[in-house]
């Protein structure tokens, strides 16, 4: 994987990484069920290149459970082919939730696919949700 250089938005995160050979199906294209696993690659590199990995959160006794996803398939990605993966928070939620919005670009820079996560903080024993913590957004500038 290749991180991309960043804009001034914390909030947003771009990140190139190639096709391998089991993300496709037989027509070496990649499998539909595969785009989530982008999209985690796109949220937990934001969330590291941030300053807040995923293990922290861990530590602190708290689990990010994605409790809604959407995705709309617009083109296609090829076996080898290297994407273009951007994750970005568009706004601040004032409770137990954050959005994770994704674009995908094809090699040529085309967009393919797009889509959403929605994840609620929780915490690890009691699995009752607990607020996000401050610094989360204050790591993403929001």
């Not at 995160?13 to 089991?22: C, H």
């Not at 959407?70 to 959005?99: N, Q």
């Not at 929605?118 to 204050?138: K, S």
Request: overall charge negative.
């Amino acid at each position: 994987m290749e991180k991309i250089e960043q804009t001034e938005q914390l909030n947003v995160f771009r990140i190139k990484t190639r096709i391998l050979y089991k993300h496709t199906d037989q027509m070496k294209v990649v499998y539909y069920g595969n785009y989530p696993e982008f999209y985690e690659i796109g949220r937990v590199e934001l969330m590291r290149e941030r300053g807040f990995p995923y293990a922290e959160l861990e530590a602190m006794g708290i689990q990010m459970p994605i409790i809604e996803m959407h995705t709309k398939y617009i083109g296609s990605a090829l076996y080898d082919e290297l994407i273009e993966i951007e994750a970005t928070v568009p706004e601040r939620d004032k409770g137990v939730r954050i959005r994770f919005d994704y674009n995908i670009y094809n090699e040529t820079g085309k967009l393919i696919n797009q889509g959403y996560t929605i994840l609620c903080c929780i915490d690890a024993e009691t699995r009752r949700p607990v607020r996000i913590p401050e610094r989360i957004w204050t790591s993403l500038g929001l």
